[in-house]
């Protein structure tokens, strides 16, 4: 009995034709590598995410203080300040009192930050209108130091209207040898009684304090 094999034929493709398959082949490699990108980013951006909010937390451990120690040491120094030469005080402002911080002590900040708040409370009010710094303009000022002398600087405002002493800062910070974290400022303004020139008096206390302050204890502390 004879066995009738069916042949198949397979018919080539045109070069349109293969053209056309290599094109849907490139397309189909081309979605799968930026398929592939974007998972390879998306896992990059949660791992550095998830890195940038560790290394956060890690700081907001190792630099604050937060202990009730502290605090209690701060209210201390705060209730036993004396402040000011009285011999030349005239109208003078309530004392702000700040920790310095690093940027406070860097050479290339050379400046002192004043809290907004605080110096638009206490200090403005002894400021007469042409006295009031503007812009880039600031008023120059005699800033007498814990030893009693004399130091030339500007009360200025900086970025987003940041109260500041600069213009002599850096000075101020090597002639008393002060450091961040464990020197405390109490800071006042004051008319001359001779001069009636606007003044400020800042003395500096060093407690064995190594962190920065946490915003619980800076708030109950210094009223911020």
């Not at 009995?1 to 056309?20: D, Q, V």
């Not at 604050?64 to 011999?87: A, F, M, V, Y």
Request: proline share 3%; charged share 35%.
């Amino acid at each position: 009995m004879a066995i009738s094999k069916k042949r198949t034929m397979t018919r080539r493709l045109t070069l349109e034709e293969e053209k056309e398959r290599e094109d849907q082949d490139d397309i189909v490699r081309a979605a799968f590598a930026i398929s592939h990108m974007m998972f390879i980013r998306d896992i990059t951006e949660a791992d550095a995410n998830t890195q940038a909010l560790s290394a956060r937390k890690r700081r907001k451990i190792v630099e604050e203080d937060n202990s009730e120690e502290t605090l209690d040491l701060l209210l201390r120094w705060i209730n036993g300040t004396k402040i000011r030469p009285e011999e030349i005080v005239g109208r003078c402002s309530k004392p702000i009192r700040k920790q310095l911080t690093e940027s406070d002590v860097k050479e290339d900040q050379n400046r002192l930050m004043l809290g907004k708040l605080q110096v638009e409370k206490t200090m403005v009010p002894l400021l007469k209108e042409s006295e009031i710094p503007r812009g880039t303009n600031g008023l120059e000022v005699m800033v007498y130091g814990p030893d009693g002398k004399v130091h030339e600087m500007m009360f200025k405002l900086w970025n987003k209207k940041t109260p500041v002493l600069t213009c002599g800062w850096n000075k101020f910070v090597a002639t008393y040898g002060l450091k961040m974290h464990c020197d405390f400022l109490t800071i006042s303004m004051f008319r001359h009684v001779v001069t009636r020139e606007i003044c400020f008096a800042i003395n500096s206390t060093r407690l064995p304090v190594k962190r920065q302050l946490s915003r619980r204890i800076s708030k109950i502390a210094f009223k911020l």
